[in-house]
């Protein structure tokens, strides 16, 4: 398989060697060779699409330049793109079409990217599987018997399995690192802020990041460049920092960085294909010059609770809006209370209800100071550990998650062995930190000795410093060829 080079295409644009709609119809082709098998993709429209691709043209004839102008992408269904359907992989959802566009994608369009499709994801992003879709559940790559982690499921495969060479999720508790570990993709949950949450479907608000992804640091950083920035329509959103250095990344230097291993995430529970696997990549930073700190995060006990009780909290608040009083899905009933509540639960996926009603009991009176107010004080002893981890190091590496792709089916039925899937990337969303899931190597499951599957490494800096992180990142990728390879699917 040949997968999608963005600085090439990149290049070829520029020198007039390739041409955006030459690019968008390679990429509608070979979404036509593997839909049937992955079911990444939930909407496209390729009138559309070859419309956008005509004006990049365009532009690019009056000698225009802009880092991704005429480059296809992909974007999760819960990314308002003005004209198409905003599912969020639900029912509640019914014909409702976008108006306008998300910021983040506005500045896309911008920039002259041509959006191709919209993703399939976990159920208004909930979940760490890509099981819990009204479409049904996306297929990985690598194996088609497995998942390729959730919740940005649809995006994730969409760039491994060629579609396209960029694509924006969301991560809220790991839902672009996941799946990008089990699909042997870079991802960025970048620090909170730095990307405008406007035009994106609401999750739980103080978790949120738009996320975007794509084979390597150095292509990641391409995307990433057109979208940062502070956004008047989003009070939550801040400047990045370097932001100018995205465009043309340069590796980071290893030697001397001081590199801190966690023992909390290295403890019981990883399967040791996994362990192999990282320490295989500590050991090459370390032969670069980097310096391997211990440090501790001793509150990461408390990461998964203080996590889902805050989580749940904010989705019921944040779900009262599908109600089908005035868009979307409606069931009529004999009362407006009687409407709602069939509505709600005719529109609703048993994990977006079992989410809801645990914040519900969260948030109720007699069990907030119990269990939310509780879940805030754990959540700022969490932030707390990483500032004094930061005084030691400069970034800090763990396992994105401590299994390879499970099968599909294998913990649907298991809501609590699901969640523990998040145990290592929940703490930096509680802290707002910038992370990277980026390929380490590969790995058999436990379950089958005779494969070989991705395992994803992490790193974790301090607030905003994406760059940075960035970086490094492409220098370990230029040490290694893991990002390089990929999913054995044949035509």
Known sequence: MVPCPLIEWRDGLESGDLSPTFLALRCLDRMDLFEERLNAIVFRDPDMTLSVARSAEERLTRRERSPMLGIPLVLKDNLNWRGTPARNGSRIGGSYMSPYNATVVQRLLAAGAIPLAKANMDEFAMGSSGEHSVSGPTRNPWDLT?????????????????????????????????????????????????????????MASSLDQVG??????????????????????????????????????????????????????????????????????????????????????????????????ICTSEVSSNMSRFDGVRY????????????????????????????????????????????????????????RDFTEAFRKVN?????????????????????????????????????????????????????????????????IGPPLSDVKLLEWAHAFQLLTDHHRKTPPLAS
């Open 146 to 202: 497995r998942v390729p982690g959730g919740s940005s499921s649809g995006s994730i495969v969409s760039v491994a399995a060629g579609y396209a060479p960029f694509a924006l999720g969301t991560d809220t508790g790991g839902s672009v690192r996941l799946p990008a570990s089990f699909c042997n993709v870079t991802a960025l949950r970048p620090t909170y802020g730095v990307l405008s949450r406007f035009g994106v479907t609401a």
């Open 212 to 309: 975007p992804l794509a084979a390597n640091a150095q292509d990641l950083a391409i995307g990433f460049s057109v979208m940062v920035g502070r956004d008047p329509l989003d009070s939550t959103s801040v400047d990045l920092p370097n932001a100018d250095r995205l465009k043309d990344l340069q590796a980071g230097s290893l030697k001397g960085l001081r590199v801190g291993l966690p023992r909390e995430y290295f403890g019981d529970g990883i399967d040791p294909g996994v362990r192999s696997v990282l320490g295989t990549a500590i050991q090459r930073l370390a032969s670069e010059g980097a310096e391997l700190v211990e440090v501790s995060l001793p509150n990461t006990a408390y990461a998964i609770e203080t996590y889902y009780l």
């Open 395 to 459: 970034v800090l590496l763990t396992p994105v998650s401590p299994t390879v792709a499970f099968k599909i089916g294998a913990k649907t039925e298991a809501p609590m062995a699901m969640y523990m899937a998040d145990i290592f990337t929940v703490t930096t969303s509680l802290a707002a930190l910038p992370c990277l899931s980026i390929p380490a190597g590969f790995a058999a499951p436990a379950d089958d000795p005779s494969k070989s599957l991705p395992v994803g490494m992490q790193l």
């Open 328 to 383: 979307g899905l409606r069931k009529d009933a004999d009362s407006l209370n009687g409407m709602i509540s069939e509505t709600r639960d005719l529109g609703f996926g048993p994990e977006v209800k079992r989410r809801i009603l645990l914040g519900a009991f969260c948030l109720s009176k007699g069990y907030y100071d119990a269990y939310y107010l509780k879940a805030l004080k754990a959540r700022t002893l969490i932030t």
